[in-house]
């Protein structure tokens, strides 16, 4: 019985999948980092890095999309007052260079096509972790939010590629902008 189930839900499937459009995105550009940091960091990472990531998702007709991806940063360089917790901080402020990030995260896309370009906007969930070099317990912070982003993508008219730019806000804590270089599979009847 599970087995006709199973049939069924996958033969009901069909005629969305022929809409669906697999694609994977490169990511190369520049972020600027204003991030608060509780204890043990006690401060702010302040600074401005490279950054690199990827991106794979399912085009769901021609307006929307779901994707996932991973972004990591060269390092960030923060000040602040790293002390364990719990415990009585001095009132130093000191500089800590050479914090590493990295951002997984969750989107929807809203897309609109403009002949051979896609202009886009990505609405989803962030969830940033950041490894402070610090030598402390719990140096390794984590924190989650809100990610707005806006694109434009170039298709090339008889290849799977895309070539683009993206500009990317987590919260209030990182800003950024990326070239983006992608593959996508084709539409049905395009």
């Given amino acids: 019985m ?18 669906a459009q697999p694609y994977a995105v490169a990511q190369l550009g520049y972020a600027s980092a204003d991030f608060p940091l509780d204890e043990p960091f006690n401060g702010v990472l302040d600074d401005n890095s490279i950054v690199y990531g990827v991106d794979v998702g ?16 060269g390092s960030f360089d923060g000040r602040g007052t790293p002390c364990s917790a719990g415990t009585l901080c001095a009132p130093i402020v000191v500089s800590v260079p050479n914090n ?8 929807g896309l809203m897309r609109f096509g403009v002949g051979n370009f ?39 008219e008889n290849y799977p590629l895309t070539i683009g730019v993206e500009a990317s806000r987590f919260d209030d804590n990182v800003s950024q902008v990326t070239m983006t270089f992608g593959w996508r599979a084709r539409l049905l009847g395009e």
């Fill in 58 to 73: 399912v085009g769901i007709g021609k307006r929307y999309a779901v994707e996932v991806g991973l972004d990591a940063y």
């Fill in 2 to 19: 599970k087995s006709i189930a199973l049939l069924a839900t996958l033969t009901a499937l069909l005629p969305a999948a022929a809409f």
């Fill in 118 to 156: 896609r202009v886009y906007g990505k609405a989803g969930y962030y969830n940033a972790k950041i490894k402070t070099n610090i030598d402390l317990p719990d140096a390794t912070l984590h924190t989650r939010g809100l990610l707005l982003a806006g694109g434009v993508r170039w298709n090339f």
């Fill in 100 to 107: 590493d990030q990295s951002v997984y995260k969750v989107a």
